[in-house]
């Protein structure tokens, strides 16, 4: 426990997660910059871990399992991906499709494209209520296939 009042852990955790899209998506980083994403997801997913109820727990591993295949880490991502699967299995909808994409896309770093094919045809196949939520794992899905090619 850091000692932090549960609203702070909420910010931090929320803040440090939305922080990393700016640099996930750009193009090339640096270094530090790299080290960076892989500090500041485990950060985010640290005060998910104080406050966050199984499903914050959840994204936060697949956050980490992305930053990860970004950076071209094959085993690290699969790992925090087979975590995000285990935490959002009782969740179902958007964040089970999203954790069976983080195994595909580790799945294709690794050079596994029988097993990224097998996840990706597992996250389709989980019903996703909200289409926004669909569109946003069709399109993760779609960048895995690109691996692929």
Same mark, same amino acid.
């Given at each position: 426990?850091?000692?932090?009042?549960?609203?702070?852990?909420?910010?931090?955790?929320?803040?440090?997660?939305?922080?990393?899209?700016?640099?996930?998506?750009?193009?090339?980083?640096?270094?530090?910059?790299?080290? %960076?994403?892989?500090?500041? %997801?485990?950060?985010?997913?640290?005060?998910?871990?104080?406050?966050?109820? $199984?499903?914050? &727990?959840?994204?936060?591993?697949?956050?980490?399992?992305?930053?990860?295949?970004?950076?071209?880490?094959?085993?690290?991502?699969?790992?925090?991906?087979?975590? %995000?699967?285990?935490?959002?299995?009782?969740?179902?909808?958007?964040?089970?499709?999203?954790?069976?994409?983080?195994?595909?896309?580790?799945?294709?770093?690794?050079?596994?494209?029988?097993?990224?094919?097998?996840?990706?045809?597992?996250?389709?196949?989980?019903?996703?209520?909200?289409?926004?939520? $669909? %569109?946003?794992?069709?399109?993760?899905? &779609?960048?895995?296939?690109?691996?692929?090619?």
């Amino acid at each position: 426990m850091t000692g932090l009042p549960a609203a702070e852990e909420r910010r931090l955790a929320i803040d440090l997660y939305n922080g990393l899209w700016p640099l996930l998506e750009r193009p090339s980083r640096t270094a530090d910059e790299d080290a %960076a994403l892989v500090h500041q %997801a485990h950060a985010s997913l640290y005060h998910w871990s104080q406050v966050g109820e $199984r499903v914050n &727990r959840a994204r936060g591993e697949w956050m980490c399992s992305r930053v990860y295949a970004v950076l071209g880490r094959a085993e690290p991502a699969l790992w925090h991906a087979r975590r %995000a699967v285990e935490l959002a299995e009782p969740a179902g909808d958007w964040d089970l499709a999203i954790a069976y994409e983080a195994v595909a896309r580790a799945r294709a770093v690794a050079g596994d494209a029988a097993g990224a094919r097998d996840w990706i045809a597992r996250a389709r196949a989980v019903p996703v209520a909200d289409d926004d939520d $669909r %569109a946003v794992v069709e399109k993760d899905l &779609r960048a895995v296939e690109e691996l692929l090619r």
